[in-house]
């Protein structure tokens, strides 16, 4: 084999050799340790345990929103350009974020809407007395076509959707008035068409 060959083969493993991890964006200079903020928070309404796994990660590859909450690996993320509107902001979309992680454990395994009843709770118990579903900050929003609807039998509620379902899923409104939250089958989505616009 000559040169060339050999420098042809390596081209085309080199997609399969495993890279190396990528180390957490550096924290932005000039700013609190916001993953010490989110553990001061926690202890502070007595949620020890999760005080003790929670991360907060810059993540400049976020765009439209302020930040997000993995409950499943006590993860919060931040997006960068919350620095440009000033400290009091960083401060509430960590919050809010942490609200999301709180509601979760409080809940166990009772399924919970993302900013329902418990996550209100959770917003007021960290300092957020009337906090919104969403920020109003001018960060960049994307549109996405709605591919999928759903419609429950019972209550004639719509559900649109840019992803399907992987799984059953029922309407939480109906299992929450007539089955004490827990998934009925008699409220169970189907799938209807969508309009092409």
């Not at 949620?47 to 409950?71: I, N």
Request: net charge positive.
């Amino acid at each position: 084999m000559n040169a060339r060959q050999l420098d042809f083969i390596s081209a085309l493993l080199a997609p399969l050799r495993p890279r190396p991890a990528e180390p957490p964006p550096a924290k932005p200079p000039g700013l609190p340790d916001l993953e010490q903020t989110a553990r001061e928070l926690l202890r502070g309404i007595g949620c020890t345990k999760l005080a003790k796994e929670v991360t907060v990660r810059w993540h400049p590859r976020l765009r439209t929103t302020a930040g997000q909450a993995y409950y499943a690996k006590s993860l919060v993320r931040m997006n960068p350009k919350l620095i440009q509107f000033g400290m009091e902001e960083v401060d509430k979309t960590l919050r809010h974020e942490l609200a999301h992680l709180v509601a979760r454990q409080r809940a166990g395994r009772k399924r919970i809407e993302p900013h329902g009843a418990e996550w209100r709770q959770a917003c007021r118990d960290l300092g957020l007395a009337d906090e919104k579903r969403c920020h109003d900050l001018p960060l960049p929003r994307t549109r996405q076509r709605v591919r999928h609807r759903y419609h429950c039998p019972s209550c004639r509620r719509d559900y649109d959707r840019v992803r399907p379902y992987r799984r059953a899923v029922a309407c939480l409104v109906c299992c929450r008035t007539h089955a004490g939250g827990r998934y009925d089958e008699r409220f169970r989505l189907v799938k209807v068409a969508v309009a092409v616009r």
